[in-house]
């Protein structure tokens, strides 16, 4: 397939002026543009332009409020709480980070709970920037019911993403981010797009049969947790902690029948910062990388986010690749 190289500062300018026409406002359209180039910059692309038709059917449809003005409630020493009011989750937390970081910084620790939010992208992106600052940072979020809990025969969870981020010596965090399904709902959207199949244990089909065709687990189907009971167990604490101590939906709850084609979730976000600096005995980084090294020497050839790394080093030297499909789909939304 041919592709062409976009420069990030070019492919922000491209995807923002897509948020503006949709409705959203100039501060909105920008936090998403960054957000989403960031995803494809370093080939999440699951996250990146991929998510742009879900972003436009969301705002179109009237589910999410694209210039919604977040509401920062500060209820407590060390923690924080933001009404989302129904709009995106990257805003509210960018209107709250300062308070975050200024609490962590007071404190030791922070958190901050964001509800009435809608997240379509990755979790590395909130993270990283923390770390990169000196911070262990902590999120989660749920989802919309797609995932069959350990035991269960209908959808409950979300994917229920976690992500973790640390700093280490060598300046560059060590962050992962994963789904507590048995893979992103995106990444199956994709497998259903080109036709292939999935691994084993991945899903379910309408009749709760197990099936490794995306497009079954897409139509009326399930995913599986990761793991059995203990990725079930996971997915149960991201719903209550991303939703019922954040006050908002959990998977289950909202109702968006009536917004045909909207794919935001609407519910809610946890985040919690540590500072590094208190850490006992020597400093954090130094630590965390002793524990890189011995995990190098048993034979661990790549460690969590390193290949978004690489991809990125890649991307910001000879731009990022972009298909013509991609380009005619983007000029037509």
């Keep these: ?4 190289r976009i420069a990030f500062v070019d492919l922000v300018a491209l995807l923002k002026p897509i948020f503006l026409r949709y409705g959203t406002s100039e501060e909105v ?5 960054i957000n989403c180039a960031l995803c494809e910059r370093d080939g ?12 436009v059917d969301s705002l179109s449809t009237g589910w999410v409020d694209g210039k919604a003005i977040p509401v920062i409630e500060d209820v407590a020493p060390a923690f924080l709480r933001v009404d989302a009011r129904n709009g995106f989750a990257q805003p509210a ?8 970081v200024e609490k962590t910084l007071k404190n030791g620790i922070a958190l901050l709970a964001i509800r009435h939010s809608h997240h379509l992208s990755a979790l590395w992106p ?3 920037p923390f770390a990169e600052q000196g911070f262990l940072a902590l999120s989660m979020v749920n989802s919309f019911a ?3 809990p350990h035991g269960g025969h209908s959808a409950v969870f979300g994917t229920n993403p976690i992500a973790f981020a640390v700093p280490t010596a060598s300046g560059t965090p060590l962050v992962f981010d994963m789904a507590t399904s048995s893979m992103a709902n995106g990444d199956v959207q994709i497998a259903a797009r080109e036709n292939r199949l999935l691994p084993e244990g991945s899903g379910l089909d309408d009749a709760g049969l197990p099936t490794q065709d995306p497009k079954k687990i897409l139509n009326g189907g399930a995913l599986l947790p990761f793991g059995g ?6 997915s149960m604490m991201v719903e209550l ?13 909202f109702d968006w029948s009536g917004h045909a084609g909207a794919a935001t979730p609407h519910t809610g976000q946890l985040i919690i910062l540590i500072n590094a600096k208190h850490s006992g005995g020597a400093p954090f980084g130094h630590r965390a990388e002793v524990l890189v090294d011995q995990m190098k020497s048993a034979g661990v050839t790549r460690l969590p986010g390193e290949h978004r790394h690489r991809t990125r080093l890649e991307t910001d030297r000879n731009g990022i690749p972009i298909t013509p499909e991609e380009l005619a789909g983007l000029s037509q939304l």
């Excluded at 359209?29 to 543009?33: E, F, N, S």
């Excluded at 902690?241 to 709850?253: D, K, M, P, R």
């Design 229 to 234: 009971h203990k990725g079930s167990s996971i």
């Design 241 to 253: 902690l991303g939703a019922a101590l954040t006050g908002g939906h959990y998977s289950f709850e």
């Design 93 to 100: 937390l960018a209107m709250a980070r300062d308070v975050l």
């Design 29 to 33: 359209a920008q936090i998403l543009a």
């Design 126 to 128: 909130d993270l990283e």
């Design 1 to 4: 397939m041919s592709q062409t």
């Design 44 to 55: 999440a692309t699951s996250h990146g332009i991929f998510r742009m038709r879900g972003y």
């Design 146 to 148: 797609c995932t069959v």
